[in-house]
């Protein structure tokens, strides 16, 4: 709700059943739509980002990443900067990163 999600339908949430007693829990996914403008400040918080600092970062927390995982970490993040340097919105790189269908 803080996102204001304009996109949230049953299509876009999780069923999951936790635990040994089989606790249902709904995990909100496709945030495409979630803050769709480009204010200097998100500009410039996406042009800073640095996906080997980061990696390093969480390593250093105890996290394993394995290569495959730091290679794509690394391309989404090359994909948001190119996207931010052209003015496209959150939304719209949301829609560029995500395809239709298993398929597609």
């Known amino acids: 709700m803080r996102l204001a999600n ?3 339908h049953a299509g876009n949430i999780l069923v999951h059943k936790e635990g040994e007693e089989g606790r ?7 945030h495409g739509y ?5 204010s200097p400040n998100t500009i410039a918080y996406r042009k800073s980002l640095d996906a080997a600092k980061n990696t390093q ?5 105890g ?6 995982c730091a290679g794509v970490f690394h391309l989404s993040t090359m ?10 919105t959150f939304c719209a790189i949301g829609s560029i ?3 239709g269908s298993n398929e597609e």
């Open 6 to 8: 304009a996109h949230r």
């Open 34 to 38: 979630c803050l769709r403008e480009n």
């Open 97 to 99: 990163m995500c395809r």
């Open 63 to 68: 996290w394993k990443i394995t290569r495959e």
């Open 57 to 61: 970062l969480l390593k250093f927390y």
């Open 79 to 88: 994909v948001l900067k190119k996207c931010a340097e052209r003015g496209l």
């Open 24 to 30: 249902i829990v709904l995990i909100p996914i496709n």
